[in-house]
């Protein structure tokens, strides 16, 4: 009886509840009124997944209610309530021009059809304007602009379920060595940014364990900028690679989950998610995942000082386990101010074991053993608020960052080399940094602009290493034992203006970056004084510096266009090759920093050509030339019992020319041919132990892509790379080659796709350096991952995948950070 008394009650309430909603409902229709109508194109075809926006400028209170937005059907078709009144109307479609009209809404609730015109037919698929071009294809899987080319990672199907690192090595102007080492034109000094700006996700050195981090499934594009203008920070001489994250831009909420199985065993299951709606925007990327790496070398040594030969070969695994999220939300005030927030974390942890056997004809055979563990993680908070002073691009944006990385790692070292030893090494690293920067952009006609701003780096390392001796009984061995403290401040200011007249653009800059940087050491210098230890030795290094840029652009026709750029940029040496202790990397082998170490500048020229003919072909030459002063470099050097030490050091002048040529051939409708390839010189002229020397040749990479569609829902592709023989200082590097092939098909009605690549087809893909010393030659060779296969299923959800096909970006979602959603290659 007390249960249908409840019972009774809550029908009661509900249907009261329900009456007053209904109520208010219909006094809500009463306001708004249905209006319907149809998107078409100059033939009056449908135009299916257009992005229509309705906003009424008449309106100054609660705005929000007199605006909307929403997406044409399949059929071109859409709905939507709106109230009454003058309403401007945007409407956004891929490959079509943006088109805005003003409409009275009343009483008649059929806009009828509104044509919008190809974008193809009104700019023959060329932009004129100073920003750049686009480079066309079925899709483009890359564009140029003024200042940089983009790659479509989304279009990479040879990546698929892999890391960012695989994805670098598809990257056209980028290469990717065999033992994970990253470069742009030869060049590895580059500065790797993630959505604009630095990150923890990439660790504290930015090495190629820290590249694993990010899935390709998380990644919508990487922005190749080779020559950065004024208003990027001045580091990375080899220029700047930004990784941009996904991110959806479809109305209300939208997603995809992305999971991963390969061999050598790897898993990894990703997500990402947003909603959409009015003022608030709403993001979340996460996944994680586990994987098994493997490495392989052999080292021949003929020491014809100690008149000893002697043979390494290496065997290193690794068991790598890691998780990352990242969440945000954007917040619209007015139609004029936004705030913005996101919080990233990401972890890694992993369990190495590292073989090696020594045949020497002096020391006789030997092995050593290596069985560590690692723990990563950091966290990032970020921060933004924008102002537009109207809706002409006057506008101010303030942004702040904190980053906090935290890595540990423990190695327990068993080495029977001339004589047993058992040590375990600690070596552990606490970075913590600030950002703050500020940017202001004022266009003073509708072809010119300027642009200012400012930015604070604040870094602070703590690196501490600890060797104990074991076979001693574990006490600490100070020789290698040490601990720095290295903090760096960084103050820029920029500005910049551009502008254009007829069919000439230009773009001017400066930018200033004052540096401070202070080292504390603790430890021993085992080589000059390893008994007396050294406490709080400051070391502190101060240089300010001139960035210009000069970036010229002329049009010729609508096809074709030249530009020309120049650029000053600056190396700083990274914390750890400024620490002066040395560092044991295997029984004859160590690292050691110099406190000397001076930052290295560069000065780059590009002259670049682009031509685009529609659809069918693109080509974009570009002519480059750096000169590199105090260029850093590393030396190896013998002690005087018998062990080789690495060390970097300022060895003099650079000189690095040629030309990178990217390409993309539409042959057919199912056949598609893209690639780059990097012919270049170099001349090195070195100083070092008053030994002068001088090297000098010539180098080439290539890369090439073949994608074929095999039918409407079936696309496969096969990529070669090659990278020439090449000499620096005391080195030669033979030539690496390798093969990688990927094919994708979709499946359940277009919102699933799955994908299938081997990485290596033929497991060749190998480092082979030879050294020459003055009384010594060595010969090294390294298998960085042997070949893989990767199998991964990605399915869409909510918005049908032809809308995320279709749908144009709006606007202001170009202007954020993040990228769309994963997309269909071809």
């Known amino acids: 009886m007390i249960q249908t008394e409840i019972l009774n009650l809550i029908t009661k309430k509900t249907l009261g509840l329900t009456l007053v909603l209904s109520a208010a409902a219909m006094a809500f229709a009463q306001e708004k009124q249905q209006i319907s109508g149809k998107i078409v194109d100059a033939q009056n075809n449908a135009v299916p997944y257009a992005s229509i926006s309705f906003s009424n400028k008449t309106v100054k209170e609660n705005a929000a209610l007199f605006s909307d937005a929403t997406l044409t059907d399949e059929k071109g078709n859409f709905t939507i309530n709106l109230i009454p009144g003058n309403y401007e109307i945007t409407i956004d479609a891929v490959d079509f021009k943006k088109l805005v009209v003003t409409k009275s809404i009343g009483q008649n609730p059929n806009l009828g059809n509104i044509k ?11 932009t004129k304007d100073i920003e750049g071009v686009t480079l066309t294809a079925s899709k483009p899987v890359y564009k140029v602009e003024l200042d940089k080319k983009t790659y479509d990672v989304t279009q990479d199907l040879t990546a698929k379920g892999g890391n960012l690192q695989d994805v670098l090595a598809n990257v056209p102007s980028v290469n990717v060595d065999a033992d994970g080492s990253v470069s742009m034109r030869g060049n590895s000094n ?93 993001f979340v990327n996460g996944g994680g995942g586990f994987g098994k790496f493997e490495n392989k070398s052999k080292t021949y040594s003929n020491d014809t000082g100690n008149a000893e030969i002697s043979n390494i070969e290496s065997l290193n695994t690794n068991n790598f386990k890691n998780f990352n999220f990242t969440t945000g939300l954007n917040y619209n005030f007015t139609d004029f101010t936004s705030a913005n927030f996101s919080i990233t974390t990401n972890g890694n942890n992993s369990d190495s074991e590292s073989t090696s056997t020594t045949s020497s004809t002096k020391f ?4 050593r053993n290596v069985n560590g563990e690692g723990e990563n993680n950091s966290v990032q908070l970020d921060a933004g608020l ?24 423990f190695e327990d070292i068993e080495d029977n080399y001339i004589n047993s030893v058992s040590q375990n090494n600690y070596n552990n690293n606490n970075q913590k940094t600030w950002i703050a920067k500020a940017d202001y952009e004022l266009p003073i006609t509708e072809d010119s602009k300027f642009e200012a701003g400012a930015r604070y780096d604040f870094r602070n390392n703590i690196t501490e290493n600890l060797f104990y001796d074991v076979t001693a009984g574990k006490d600490l061995d100070e020789r290698f034992s040490n601990k720095t403290d290295y903090t760096e401040k960084i103050l820029a200011i920029y500005a910049q203006f551009k502008s254009k007249f007829d069919n000439f653009g230009y773009q001017l800059g400066l930018r200033n970056e004052n540096t401070n940087i202070a080292t504390v050491f603790n430890g021993y210098d085992i080589r000059t004084n390893p008994v007396t230890p050294i406490n709080n030795l400051k070391n502190t290094k101060s240089y300010n510096g001139f960035f210009p840029s000069v970036f010229l652009s002329y049009n010729i026709t609508d096809k074709s266009q030249f530009s020309l750029n120049y650029a000053r940029r600056i190396n700083r040496p990274r914390s750890f090759q400024l620490i002066p202790a040395y560092r044991l990397q295997n029984a004859t082998n160590y690292f050691k920093g110099n406190a000397d170490l001076n930052p290295s500048y560069v000065n780059s020229f590009e002259l670049g050509y682009n031509y685009s003919k529609g659809n069918k072909l ?3 030459p570009t002519l480059y030339y750096q000169r590199t002063n105090d260029d850093i470099n590393f030396t190896v050097t013998k002690d005087t019992d018998g062990n080789y030490v690495s060390m970097p050091a300022n060895l003099g002048t650079e000189d690095r020319y040629g030309m990178d040529f990217n390409y993309n051939i539409t042959a057919t409708k199912w056949l598609r041919v893209f690639g780059n390839f990097n012919l270049f010189g170099y001349k090195n002229e070195s100083e070092f132990n008053n030994i002068k020397t001088e090297n000098s040749g010539t180098s080439f990479q290539t890369r090439l892509t073949t994608a074929i569609k095999l039918d409407k829902q079936t696309n496969l592709q096969l990529q070669g790379n090659y990278n020439a023989p090449q000499k620096t200082f005391q080195n030669e590097r033979l030539a690496i080659y390798a093969m990688n092939f990927g094919i994708s098909r979709n499946i359940l009605n277009n919102q699933g796709t799955i994908n299938l690549n081997v990485q290596d087809v033929f497991n060749t893909r190998k480092r082979r350096i030879k050294t020459y010393g003055e009384d010594f030659y060595r010969e090294a060779e390294m298998q960085f991952m042997p070949r893989t296969v990767m199998l991964s299923f990605s399915y869409r959800f909510k918005n049908k995948f032809a809308d995320e096909k279709k749908m144009k970006p709006r606007k202001q979602d170009q202007q954020r950070d993040n990228g ?3 997309d269909v290659p071809m």
């Open 820 to 822: 769309g959603m994963d």
């Open 386 to 409: 924008e102002h537009k002073f109207d809706n002409k691009g006057h506008v101010l944006s303030a942004s702040g960052s904190f980053q906090k990385t935290k890595n540990n790692n």
């Open 364 to 367: 006789g055979n030997s092995s």
């Open 618 to 620: 693109t080509i974009n």
């Open 190 to 282: 580059i500065k790797f940014l993630i959505n604009g700006k630095p990150s923890s996700i990439l660790g504290i050195t930015d090495d190629s364990n820290a590249l694993k981090n990010i899935p390709a499934d998380q990644i919508e594009k990487i922005e190749v900028i080779t020559n950065p203008s004024s208003k990027y920070e001045a580091s990375g001489t080899a220029g700047i690679l930004n990784i941009v994250l996904k991110k959806s831009k479809g109305l209300g909420f939208n997603g995809s989950v992305e999971g991963t199985v390969g061999y050598l065993p790897q898993s990894r299951l990703n997500t990402n998610l947003s909603w959409n709606y009015g003022k608030f925007s709403w």
């Open 116 to 126: 919008i015109e190809s974008e193809q037919q009104v700019t023959n698929a060329k």
